[in-house]
């Protein structure tokens, strides 16, 4: 891999609205490259709950499903020093409480919950058994709990040095890197032959040892020094000496008496004994790439206690990989940037057009020609204080292609009795039949229109002089429902009133191939009244026929019919109307197509009128012609937002209709989003290397508790990452994924809660 495809991603938006097209953008171009991605949850402990939201909205955007790693310790921690009491019967409860809120917040994001895994467990094979009965209740999947272990909770003397804030007494940096990690804190505070028979235990079980005592007792010191020398006691990891200033000079003159290399690491913190005992509590332990040994522990343990067979059944089921409205609108937008078309827009004197043709310039989206008297134009532009210099103003009476547009108009319509003279009336003096000639001689790529011209007056030029692509009967169109947390697609709501089953099924080909142009997988549904053989009628047959007749066009279409719109959409209540028949749409479909207009057209302003939804259309690949017949009101103002592109040679309609600040807005985004690919930094982000280290080696990562890392599975099998959801990582990646020969989802989001 090259420098350039392994370098991070970074992108900062400081003290401004995140750039969500740049984020989305970077994310779509990362997937591309990889078969599947493992992305971080954010861990943020200082903002409670607002860190599950965040992580729902990042999860919902990026259309990954959610495995919470739940920490037990945390979920069941009872008191203000975080004692968790095992005893207590009730614990498993809290753990799956904890759990439950978790998944309710993604499900309220409509972010799909795959399941759960618990880790630092207490070691209880009847608390297993009522965590497995709570998780079934909440009908949450539960992968298995990993029990709290030794050889895991070790932290490097240096991490302690860190997270006290202490300073280092005796011992170099380099000696207290090399030094033993350990999970065992003993405080020693009154007498050291107390504590002598514990250490001594821990030296059989081979054990390290960080020792607590107070500043106030040099006595315990010293005598501690002897221990660490001494051959009877395991070797001590590090003493702490807690409280106080500083050692009394007769002191340290006793210490200096010993050779260096025979002191164990003394740090000084400033706090009591008891604050750094409970902040060592607090303390986790680090997996590094150069933590073989946790790694190799941490594999056995995950092959052990979770169940891997049923994660990886729910991540090879077939399933539909949504798209987030905000990635639909960033992938319109850099689609019609990398085109750059020219576009025609009729009503150019109409305020809201001039408002959009404003914003597209200023985000360089395509070129303009606007129609309409110049003077008027111009003063709107001044009103709303909107720069149209790169634009070019065109009065159709006063064009120099006029007689052109004229004679071709004429040519198309003369076997109609049209005239010369009628010709060039009709030209000069209707705006949608001048942009349309335009469009129809080659000299626009589209045209825009409808803000205050019918449906028909917009289509009816381009049905007569451009007519539908070569190989297509006819011209229908869609619109794109911008809904929570996805994208779905209504077609035919515009053009043809009571389509035929033959028609119907080329509906439904057109549509699905309009749909995966913009990014969303076509599953489609033919809509009625019935479900399936439910009922019968001309109706219900008519839509039954097409979906036989669209699958033999086009075999590897995925399409049913005859499903009603619940069935379609909501996985439960497919089961149910389905009655245990498969289907590969029902519940997840992403086309639905309406068997006739007067259906089609009131679903789908039902739909926006009742939602906050965004909705883009009326948007046809077989015509060179925009309808803007409807628009989204936010207040009582409305923004409407044109584009058009070309791809594959056919020409691809956009109407967008939202405010300008929605298009770049990521709402209640933390303004640090990170990209990151293990093969340069990811290994100084696990060792929580600072800005300046991390450059120092070559890499652009920064890390810190504000930003989240997405890491693709390859990265987890070389290392792992030191937070609560280590095990699960590696799991996934070394174990989990290459057991599978095909995988459905796209990727996965790991979460701890």
Known sequence: ????????????????????????????????????????????KRAGDDATVLNAKIAATLGLPVLMVTDARKAANVGERRIVRWDKLEWEQDIALSTQLTASVMKRNFVEVLGSVIHRLPDSKRGETLLSEHFEELKIPYFGGIPEDSILKRVKVDDIVSALGADILYGTHGAIAKAKESSNFISVVQQLSDALAHIKILKDAKESIVVITDAARPDILLGLIAVHQSDLYPDLSAIIVAGGSTLQPEVEILIKEHRAETLPPIIHCPDSCFETAATLADLEGQLLPDSTKKIEHSKVLFDTHIDKDYINELLAQDRVVPIHPKVFQNNIFTKAKKFMQHIVLPEGDEPRTVQAAGILLRHGVCKLTMLGERKKIEELAKEYKVDLSRARLVEPSQSENLLKYSQYLYEARKHKGMTH?????????????????????????????????????????????????????IASSVFF????????????????????????????IASANTAAAFGVEPRVALLSYATGDSNSGPLVQKVTDAAVIAKKKKPDLIIDGPLQYDAAVNPETAKIKLKGKSSPVAGKATVLIFPDLNTGNMTYKAVQQSLPNIVYGAVSRHLGTSDLASFLPLGDQCVPISGIFVNWGAIWLLRVALFSHLVYEWEDLDPFFILTDIHSAYRYALAGCTKRETESQGCNLLFDSKYYSLNTYDALAGSVHRKSGVLVFYGLGSKLLHSSDKLYAYGVMLLAT
Request: aromatic content about 4%; glycine content about 8%.
């Open 1 to 44: 891999m090259s420098r350039a495809a392994r370098r991070e991603i970074i992108v900062r938006a400081a003290g401004a609205q995140p750039d969500v097209a740049g984020q989305c953008e970077a994310y779509e171009a990362y997937k591309a490259k990889h078969d599947f991605i493992v992305v971080e949850g954010a861990s943020l």
């Open 421 to 473: 003279d009628e010709a060039q009336r009709k030209v000069s003096s209707d705006v949608n039949y001048f942009g349309t000639c335009m469009v129809a001689s080659g000299d626009a790529d589209g045209m825009v229109s409808g803000a205050v011209h019918t449906t028909a007056d917009t289509v009816r030029p381009a049905l007569q002089l451009i007519k539908t692509e070569p190989g297509l009967k």
């Open 481 to 508: 429902m911008c809904l929570q947390g996805k994208v779905l697609v209504f077609g035919d709501c515009a053009i043809n009133a009571d389509p035929t089953s033959e028609e119907l099924s080329l509906i439904a």
